[in-house]
């Protein structure tokens, strides 16, 4: 391993995976290096697989990543489909959802915002539980909360997890808070 920076630096191991370095007491996860390809998969809580897709890292703060998913690309489930326009999708290690930044009709701003526990990073994954709920935001910034959250009598933990990220996702909408404020719309690649 190479150190970059002081005693609180990186940490750039021989594969290219990059490691945040705390002292001498320990590192921290183990970041996403900037073009790496990644499988992101959500599982239902019940275990079986309701989505996956690959992605493409461009950032990794630690907490906060941003992955690139491609025009054409495939999402696999019960119904497949594919990605219609390229997008960032924001992820955190510490929020349940994430936040796709894309456009509709190649033109109009578009927020895709699937409510699900914090990601968790693993090799060449990244594994979310999905709960269910999703939140959009529309270029007139009319927004929809739509799907099924958990059954509350069998997860009553997921339940409020879920119904927590709506709420704070539509505030973030409403005070158009970083990456709602229109600035962090990607590139077409």
Known sequence: MKRIGGRSGLLVRHDGEIRLAQGEAGAGPTLLARGRRVTVRGIAPEGEERWSFAAE????????????????EPVAGPEPWNWPAAGDLHLWRSRPYSILVTTRARRFPYWYCPIHTPARPEGDEIRVTDLGL?????????????????DAARHPDLAAISAAAATELVELMTRKAPPFDGRSMPDAG
Do not use: K, M
């Not at 941003?66 to 025009?71: C, D, S, W």
């Not at 999703?134 to 958990?150: E, H, K, N």
């Open 57 to 72: 890292a461009l950032a990794d703060t630690g907490d906060e990543f941003i992955l690139r998913v491609h025009e054409g």
């Open 134 to 150: 999703d939140v959009q935001l529309f270029a007139d910034g009319r927004y929809s909360i739509g799907g099924d959250p958990p």
